[in-house]
């Protein structure tokens, strides 16, 4: 299984970008969830975690944040 992350820009929502990453072994599992709370139509926070377990491998990210449009 191989990890990728397509993005784009909201002014060219057309020209999309991608990235790979690394294959993930076949012995693992990989959970992640996140959520958001939108403070009001122009500002929310988020927060996601994943894990990766595996034969000898344990990999965990976090990320949090807060996204403002103006």
Do not use: C
Not at 32 to 59: K, M, P, Y
């Amino acid at each position: 299984m191989s990890q990728t992350v397509n993005a784009a820009f909201a002014s060219a929502p057309d020209d999309v970008y991608q990235a790979g990453g690394t294959p993930l072994a076949r012995t693992i599992a990989h959970v992640a969830t996140d959520g958001e709370w939108a403070i009001n139509e122009r500002a929310w926070v988020f927060a996601r975690v994943s894990v990766d377990l595996g034969n000898h491998e344990q990999n965990d990210s976090r990320l949090a944040g807060l996204n403002w449009k103006w």
